[in-house]
């Protein structure tokens, strides 16, 4: 039996539909406050039969017995979005900091694994400090060209409240598989994107410009629009999840940056010209401040998950830019 915390949400309802596709049993766990999610929750439920409990990650009693029979927890739940943290510190640190230390306790009773969703914001400001390289439409690293390792330092001088919380509970996955034993994995996640994704200005970007690109909607752009990240399409994601789970034991206490890679980067404005070829018009956007923290350029140097695991992108980003397009141009309607 596997548990997938935020099972309902992006990732989450991927890698349910994923795993529920190939017989495994799953126990889908979330409180459905995010937008979108009971459309997710839904269209799992058309699809597939599975266990669903509503339940918060900060109740640790209820997840402790949600897990009683579970082999793996997939902890995919999260505050997800760098301005929500800034504007509700206390709710983000519950969440991610709290709601994962509730996860491991309930690994830990229950005698389960756990693969854990973190982020690339646990390096922090750190990555700012990168000489670049300014171009037309984006930022390049100067001399960092395979992008940032495993290794790079988590000690930034600026995080916000969510780069925070999510180093917070990176560290404390890792040291549960040191202290208890237990066999965790965690994933330094870059931009992740596809579909049963509801992007906002605050979160989900890429799905953000896509949405508004189809609905005819102006844009804002917060900084200049060359910040550069590699996008990893949703799908790619979750079949790395599986590997994962497959080899835990072997794996135990590892983390690894996860996203697209060097052949995957891509700038905002580099993403709105491509949504000018698919829209066939011109896009409507304007510049803001840069938000806190904001790294102008991060790429995940992904060898080293590939070197252990055999894994790598398989969606490149111009053909996962299209299917998702697709997906919001057939629903719409989940967008109101």
């Not at 410009?209 to 844009?219: D, E, T, V």
């Not at 938000?291 to 060898?303: E, F, G, H, L």
Request: hydrophobic fraction near 35%; charge should be neutral; aromatic fraction near 10%.
């Amino acid at each position: 039996m596997k548990l997938i915390t935020g099972g309902a949400g992006f990732v989450g309802s991927n890698l349910a539909d994923y795993l529920l596709e190939k017989g495994e049993e799953v126990i889908v766990f979330d409180d459905l406050s995010r937008k979108g999610v009971d459309k997710n929750l839904e269209w799992l439920r058309s699809r597939h039969k599975f266990e669903f409990i509503k339940g918060d990650v900060k109740n640790r009693d209820l997840l402790i017995k949600t897990a009683k029979d579970c082999e793996l927890i997939f902890h995919t739940a999260a505050q997800v979005a760098v301005t929500t943290s800034v504007q509700d510190p206390v709710k983000d640190f519950e969440t991610n900091a709290v709601g994962t230390f509730n996860a491991l306790e309930a690994a830990r009773k229950n005698n389960c694994s756990v693969i854990f969703c973190s982020t690339n914001k646990v390096y922090g400001d750190n990555v700012n400090r990168i000489p670049l390289l300014e171009k037309e439409l984006r930022y390049e690293f100067a001399e960092n060209k395979d992008g940032v390792r495993e290794d790079f330092p988590l000690d930034a001088r600026e995080h916000t409240p969510y780069g925070s919380s999510k180093l917070a509970a990176d560290q404390y996955v890792r040291d549960y598989s040191v202290i208890y034993g237990i066999p965790t994995v965690v994933n330094r996640m870059s931009c992740i994107y596809g579909t049963r994704q509801f992007g906002t200005t605050d979160q989900g970007w890429v799905v953000h410009f896509i949405k508004s690109a189809i609905m005819n909607q102006p844009l804002t752009i917060y900084g200049d629009g060359k910040q550069v990240r590699d996008i990893l399409f949703v799908r790619d994601l979750v079949e790395l999840f599986e590997k994962e789970s497959t080899e835990i034991k072997r794996l135990s206490g590892e983390a690894y940056n996860v996203g697209g890679g060097t052949k995957n980067v891509i700038s905002l404005l580099e993403l709105i010209s491509i949504l000018e070829e698919l829209t066939g018009r011109k896009i409507s956007y304007k510049f803001s401040d840069w938000r806190p923290a904001d790294q102008k350029v991060y790429y995940s140097d992904i060898r080293k998950v590939n070197k252990e695991l055999g894994w790598s992108p398989k969606v490149g980003f111009r053909e996962g830019i299209k299917k998702t397009f697709d997906w919001v141009s057939e629903n719409k309607n989940l967008f109101d």
